[in-house]
């Protein structure tokens, strides 16, 4: 392969950073392999068009896919001596540590109905101390669902605290990241609207901290959310408003393109970085894999679920800076420190197939560079 033919794949490969691996490293050397003259090679075709390049690397190693990949850990019960080990391990987590967390998890619920009911209905005419209390409940109920995972989880920096125009932001890996922030601060969440069980809760105990829904298949849901987030912040007693601007769930390696609205609102962004130790459990939720339900489930036979969040400082809108500059300057922040590679992937793009335009450009793109080839020859 000629030297201009590979800083042409080097350069397409380093302004896209897309993470993808060297298609030279999976191509045969020339030493090692005697081919024919005049004959077609592999690597007259991936000369042709970036396209092909990007095609080949995508079979090799998809960047876009390994964002939401679960990734198994490696077997040790693999000989006779840890094996008998491993068994006892099974029979530990789903015949002991299993049935306790679910007594602890009902115990929970009872407490928390108990006292959630006679409040929110009780006490109507008295909204602020509804509020307080109610928010004190819904804490404690999330930290008994992060009791029944064993949760170790350590929080580093400053506790969020309520004030008007400031707005939390943080990598997103499961629905549990928001049990394991609500534990220490009752925050209002941005969250998709969710079906079962789920969705109860999400419409009667969540509403009445101040969570707010949106479906993704609804494009009027986006203007009726960018409105009450901007009433949200205003207000001194409303809670801290929590957004996941990834709006998917990314298995915890990775951080794709933070979403712009939480970033045009004219307030301070406070950014929250959680980092899961998969030592005992995958805490990513693959939701087109397996629901919520199961996922708990997972958690609960597991030993643990081990987890850093870092409060960070808190960042404004800087001078002649755009809200897209603004988000990647945060996700900057975030991915540092919580050690998660950047990819300039839309997480809404495994919900969707490309655009016309995005197909349009490709082809047009792979037209120009065969046109060029065939002028040459």
Known sequence: MSSSSTEKLKSSSSELDLDQPNIEDYLPSGSSIQEPLGKLRLRDLLDISPALTEAAGAIVDDS????????PPEPWNWNVYLFPLWCFGVVVRYFILFPVRVIVLTV????FLSAFIPVHSLLKGHDKLRKKIERSLVELICSFFVASWTGVVKYHGPRPSMRPKQVFVANHTSMIDFIILEQMTAFAVIMQKHPGWVGLLQSTILESVGCIWFNRSEAKDREIVARKLRDHIQAADNNPLLIFPEGTCVNNHYTVMFKKGAFELGCTVCPVAIKYNKIFVDAFWNS???SFTTHL???MTSWAVVCDVWYLEPQMLKPGETPIEFAERVRDIISVRAGLRKVPWDGYLKYSRPSPKH???????F???MLRRLEEK
């Open 64 to 71: 876009f896919t390994r964002c939401f990949k679960s990734n």
């Open 297 to 299: 489930l997972q958690l």
């Open 108 to 111: 929970g619920w009872i407490i």
């Open 367 to 369: 037209a120009e560079s």
């Open 288 to 290: 087109r894999k397996q």
């Open 359 to 365: 197909r349009e450009q490709k082809q047009q793109s």
